[in-house]
């Protein structure tokens, strides 16, 4: 059995209930059964993809990618989404380093998938008809017989997905997730959210990254609910979709909800059927949690990454409020730790390593064993996320373990002052980093970007924290800039903002600095 016959068995219950919704048309599961019976036809007779094998995507979301990874999942093959914001150069990387059986695109990457994947020797088919020479997943569909069910060779202990971390420092490393932990991560999600097969959830979130694939995504589909999926991210369509569309989850990273509240629909939209928002990815700061519950809508964090799946720990509805500012507690399906150097946990309130271990846990590193025994020691991930337990079990994620700065001896977590600064009016969004000091060791800079009919200096920065944080914390560097780097899922990439800092020649009164990018 495999994942394929969550589908399967909602098409033999509801075949006509609506499974995904995208550009103003339904699937529904009875037909999405269907198409992934088809695909998988395509995959095996057409394409030669058996066991172990790997299908690339490139494109922005499209039910037809749902429908992939399931036909993967049927087959014991592996979905490998490649991330469109990606240079053709680095798609090429990722391609040498998995060799795909097949690279699968939209009509909007169909040149690039010829560019990338010549010499290669790696077929390209298109989802619609496209440039002329490349073949059509329909036109392969109609001369191939469908995979059923019985017909499976894949089961829950095989890989099935392939989603490459970012790469912003190394080479990228490719996460191997089987089968049950995307079973799993469901039943966390289904927990967290209170899920039922009457949810409508829309998810605008790019599906190569596990945020936007396993959140909601897989799990609404696992229960049995409705799936309003977009290509990408756009403020008006999200306000549209959560009208029309009457949708009760959806998962919002904090650039989303920024780019929200920024409309002038946002206090009076009808969010009278929203259950909650959930959120993540990047440190949520307070002031934006308490200005979503405004609106009346919890606004639940989960903490994460690739490796596990996501969901490793949650709030929930009813611990959102009681817990603004936590990433709530340990999962379903998982175990936490929270140790020292020395991998003894430590205790309550005191700031040490985060570790997860369970089944939503990836199997390991693609082709990368030293990085794999790194992460993974006897099966708990060593996340180098830092953060603390308080009184009541709620985890407070402090910062990323290589983020923290070491001034003059003390520990300072850039996050602490992030959220510090994320108070200010005048802010619109800021990141802190450490820069290597002769004297010091290091020092914090913070990098800082004000609204534009704002005007702020280095004073005006430091004075805003006094008598919040301990002057020791308080940056000894503010250089203004036009935006921060950040990737698609809104995270700001520090390695990319320290070379930049790096490259600021200091000159004069640095509070004076502002930089365009």
């Not at 009681?322 to 936490?336: F, L, P």
């Not at 200010?424 to 800079?445: L, R, S």
């Not at 700001?492 to 990018?517: F, M, Y």
Request: charged letters at 20%; a negative charge.
């Amino acid at each position: 059995m495999d994942i394929s016959a969550w589908i399967d068995r909602h098409a033999a219950f509801t075949p006509d209930k609506t499974a995904i919704r995208f550009a103003e048309k339904d699937t529904t599961y009875s037909h999405l059964a269907q198409r992934i019976g088809k695909i998988a036809g395509v995959l095996r007779h057409k394409l030669g993809i058996g066991h172990g094998d790997r299908v690339g995507y490139l494109g922005l979301n499209h039910p037809d990618f749902i429908a992939l990874l399931f036909a993967c999942a049927r087959l014991g093959a592996i979905a490998m989404p490649l991330n469109w914001r990606l240079e053709e150069h680095e798609h090429r990387v990722l391609l040498e380093d998995c060799s795909p059986g097949v690279l699968i695109v939209d009509t909007s990457y169909a040149a690039r998938g010829d560019r990338i994947s010549a010499g290669l020797n790696i077929p390209v088919v298109c989802l619609d008809p496209c440039a002329s020479g490349q073949r059509s997943l329909d036109g392969l569909i109609l001369s191939s017989d469908a995979v059923s069910e019985r017909q499976a060779t894949g089961s829950y202990g095989d890989p099935v997905l392939l989603c490459y971390t970012s790469g912003a420092t190394g080479k990228p490393k490719g996460v191997l997730l089987d089968q049950n932990a995307l079973s799993l991560n469901a039943v966390n999600s289904i927990h967290m959210h209170g899920m039922s097969g009457d949810d409508v959830i829309l998810n605008t979130l790019p599906l190569f990254h596990v945020g936007g694939l396993n959140i909601l995504s897989l799990p609404v589909l696992h229960m049995g609910g409705t799936l309003v999926l977009h290509p990408a991210f756009d403020v008006p369509a999200t306000y549209r979709a959560l009208a029309q569309s009457k949708v009760t989850l959806t998962v919002l990273v904090p650039t989303q909800i920024v780019a929200m509240m920024n409309d002038g629909r946002w206090n009076t939209a009808d969010f009278t059927a929203l259950r909650m928002i959930t959120t993540g990815s990047t440190t949520v700061p307070k002031n934006l949690v308490r200005k979503v519950h405004e609106r009346g809508v919890p606004l639940v964090q989960v903490y994460g990454s690739t490796e596990t799946g996501p969901i490793a720990t949650y709030l929930t509805a009813g611990t959102a409020l009681i817990a603004e500012g936590s990433a709530g507690k340990t999962a379903i399906h998982c175990e936490m730790r929270i140790v020292d150097e020395a991998g003894d946990d430590v205790a309550t309130g005191t700031t040490g390593e985060i570790l997860i271990r369970g089944g939503n846990v990836m199997r390991g590193y693609w082709n990368a064993p030293e990085a794999t025994a790194l992460a993974l020691e006897d099966g708990w991930y060593h996340s180098g996320d830092l953060g603390h337990l308080d009184e009541d079990g709620f985890l407070y994620v402090d910062d990323r373990k290589k983020d923290m700065i070491i001034s003059g001896g003390e520990n300072i977590y850039p996050a602490e002052l992030e959220n510090v600064l994320a108070e200010c009016p005048a802010i619109v969004e800021t990141a802190v980093v450490g820069q290597p000091d002769d004297t010091w060791g290091e020092i914090v800079v913070a990098a800082v970007v004000v609204s534009d009919e704002t005007t702020m200096t280095t004073s005006d920065v430091t004075g805003f924290l006094d008598g919040k944080l301990a002057r020791y914390k308080h940056p000894r560097r503010v250089v203004f800039l036009k935006k921060l780097p950040r990737n698609v899922m809104g995270k700001v990439v520090k390695d990319e903002l320290r070379t930049l800092l790096t490259g600021i020649t200091e000159a004069g009164d640095e509070s004076s600095v502002r930089l365009a990018q």
